[in-house]
């Protein structure tokens, strides 16, 4: 479609824990978290704590499986005037930028604990763990020059919303797995005992650590066929089928 007069990469690294997917001319900014840091983690040793002998009455306590609430952000798009920061990089980089459509793929995981004791020990669990999947409904934006054509108008908006339609399958998909399959992956593994030498502290990150790549095993690949189906209908073949409709 547009030659750009310098390279802008389709896929790139933000940060360590984000990472940003700018597909041009008819475009996405894909905001997704993966929760690198803990993919980072699941690398390192694994936790250790001192082994210590609970009552069987508080072992059954602690090891109570936690309530589970999944959430998602609404997918209904929301056409905005303000650019993008996506498309603002990408303009100065010379690209020609028709519409573009953000959406927020992340998922945020938050903790309820309780801490149990008896004669015998202590024992820290997570009582509650809420997903919510996204923080921000998609924002579709069209580059002003095209207002002034009908038929362009409209084939740039029915394609952005082809990506809003990726973004709703995947939310759909991804709220239903969770409510189907994150008990069964954090089984069992959602409490600790509290040893003299097992911080408080240490013992939460590491069930925070468990629970997150639990919800990363389900998300990653739901996350992938979200994009791979952004891509295929981000391409200059494609762009140019599409702006035939309008004789361009």
């Known amino acids: 479609m547009q030659t750009p007069k310098s390279k802008f990469p389709n896929d790139y690294t933000f940060c360590m824990t984000q990472r940003d997917t700018r597909d041009l001319d008819f475009g996405t900014v894909l905001r997704t978290t993966f929760f690198m840091l803990a993919l980072v983690l699941s690398s390192a040793p694994t936790f250790v704590w001192s082994a210590q002998k609970l009552s069987p009455s508080l072992s059954a306590q602690c090891a109570r499986a936690p309530q589970i609430i999944i959430r998602a952000q609404s997918t209904q798009a929301k056409i905005v005037r303000n650019q993008p ?3 603002r990089s990408a303009l100065r980089a010379g690209w020609r930028i028709q519409g573009l459509t953000k959406f927020d793929r992340d998922t945020h995981v938050t903790f309820q604990w309780e801490k149990i004791r008896d004669r015998s020990g202590s024992c820290i669990r997570v009582k509650e763990m809420q997903v919510m999947i996204g923080e921000h409904q998609p924002n579709i934006w069209l ?17 952005e919303f082809e990506h ?16 189907r399959k994150l008990r069964f992956l954090i089984r069992g ?17 590491e069930l925070e650590r468990r629970a997150k790549l639990a919800v990363l095993k389900l998300q990653k690949p739901l996350e992938h066929a979200a994009r791979q189906k952004d891509r295929r209908i981000d391409t200059p073949q494609h762009y140019a089928q599409e702006l035939a409709k309008c004789g361009l």
């Open 85 to 87: 920061t996506g498309a």
């Open 164 to 179: 809003v339609a990726h973004h709703k399958t995947y939310s759909d998909q991804l709220k239903r797995a969770l409510n």
């Open 189 to 205: 593994r959602m409490h600790l005992p509290l040893a003299s030498s097992t911080s408080e502290s240490a013992a939460k990150k």
């Open 143 to 159: 580059a002003p020059s095209i207002t002034h054509n009908a038929c362009l108008r409209e084939v740039v908006l029915a394609h």
